[in-house]
């Protein structure tokens, strides 16, 4: 099985649904010419021609709203974002069109495409690039929300994302986009959304993590596991919306303890969402109150010390799982 870059995964998924589908087109700031500014579409333009490979002005609802209408008449427009941040200023068009107008329409008309745009800290840009927003269209019926964490995730839930007739929300993580992991090669080879993956088995604590959080929370039960005799069972949930609640539950019911990571701010976030629902269908299974882990409750700092400490690591994982034991920790 290739070996590829988060990155390099994603491009792939983008060539062989073009292939497929050449009603697959893609549009986004600097993704033709430059490639991308994450270089994801690197070569598309050269392979698939300026109809299909379209760069636009810098105007997020805009680009969002020819997606819509695109969508409506026959496309299945891939729209690229250059961060989430910028997708606030497409939020009538992302939330009030693509997400409603199957429902307003009664169903006489689909928004079949794929919003994607990549979010996350730990590069030096400041709060109105670094932010993790997936907990604000979560939200929202009529999206599907995607959050992948590992190479062949990108690439099998984007293919799926695109030969869905609904609208996807398909949230990458920049810190991700230069990790290596096996990759399918397999043009059939897609991810179905709504199933959650058991990144480790484990029978002392559950440990959730959404989106980068995921590969974090893997590292944490590492720890765990070597310095504290935890076997800690990591779960993540790939997709957001549809949620796989039954393998979360699952796991709950065996672990009987759980952590929630994430890195967005902790008022309304996924994992607020996610404390709730496991409070509601697995109280009498919880030894202990469950942990959330999230960003810090401020503006995404430029400076690298205050950056770094704004976002979790391993040790807040490990601290957090140890402490539904009732152990102190520092």
């Known amino acids: 099985m290739p070996v590829l870059r988060y990155r390099e995964a994603l491009n792939q998924a983008l060539r062989e649904e073009m292939q497929r589908d050449d009603t697959v087109m893609l549009m986004g700031e600097d993704i033709g010419v430059f490639n991308g500014a994450f270089k994801v579409t690197a070569g598309l333009l050269e392979e698939f021609g300026e109809k299909r490979v379209r760069d636009t002005p810098i105007s997020e609802n805009t680009i969002v709203g020819m997606g819509v209408g695109a969508a409506m008449t026959g496309l299945r427009p891939v729209v690229e974002l250059m961060t989430i941040n910028f997708s606030l200023l497409a939020l009538d068009q992302i939330v009030n069109h693509a997400a409603h107008i199957h429902y307003m329409f009664g169903g006489q008309a689909r928004v079949p495409?794929?919003?994607?745009?990549?979010?996350?800290?730990?590069?030096?840009?400041?709060?109105?690039?670094?932010?993790?927003?997936?907990?604000?269209?979560?939200?929202?019926?009529?999206?599907?929300?995607?959050?992948?964490?590992?190479?062949?995730?990108?690439?099998?839930?984007?293919?799926?994302?695109?030969?869905?007739?609904?609208?996807?929300?398909?949230?990458?993580?920049?810190?991700?986009?230069?990790?290596?992991?096996?990759?399918?090669?397999?043009?059939?080879?897609?991810?179905?959304?709504?199933?959650?993956?058991?990144?480790?088995?484990?029978?002392?604590?559950?440990?959730?993590?959404?989106?980068?959080?995921?590969?974090?929370?893997?590292?944490?039960?590492?720890?765990?596991?070597?310095?504290?005799?935890?076997?800690?069972?990591?779960?993540?949930?790939?997709?957001?919306?549809?949620?796989?609640?039954?393998?979360?539950?699952?796991?709950?019911?065996?672990?009987?303890?759980?952590?929630?990571?994430?890195?967005?701010?902790?008022?309304?976030?996924?994992?607020?969402?996610?404390?709730?629902?496991?409070?509601?269908?697995?109280?009498?299974?919880?030894?202990a109150p469950i942990v959330r882990v999230t960003g810090a409750d401020l503006p995404m700092p430029y400076s690298k010390p205050l950056e770094q400490i704004a976002f979790p690591h391993e040790p807040q994982v490990v601290d957090a799982s140890l402490s539904t034991f009732g152990a102190r920790v520092h």
């Open 113 to 287: 495409m794929v919003v994607r745009m990549p979010q996350g800290a730990g590069h030096q840009l400041g709060p109105t690039h670094s932010h993790c927003l997936e907990a604000m269209y979560l939200q929202v019926p009529g999206l599907l929300v995607a959050v992948p964490s590992t190479a062949a995730d990108a690439k099998g839930l984007l293919k799926a994302a695109i030969r869905d007739d609904n609208p996807v929300i398909f949230i990458e993580h920049e810190y991700l986009y230069g990790q290596r992991g096996d990759v399918p090669d397999d043009e059939d080879f897609v991810v179905d959304f709504g199933q959650a993956a058991v990144r480790r088995e484990g029978t002392d604590v559950t440990i959730i993590g959404i989106s980068r959080m995921a590969v974090t929370a893997e590292k944490a039960a590492a720890i765990l596991a070597e310095q504290h005799e935890v076997e800690a069972e990591v779960i993540d949930p790939r997709t957001l919306r549809p949620l796989d609640l039954d393998t979360i539950l699952a796991s709950v019911r065996k672990t009987n303890r759980v952590v929630i990571v994430e890195e967005g701010w902790p008022h309304g976030g996924v994992g607020a969402n996610l404390a709730a629902l496991i409070q509601e269908q697995a109280f009498d299974d919880l030894d």
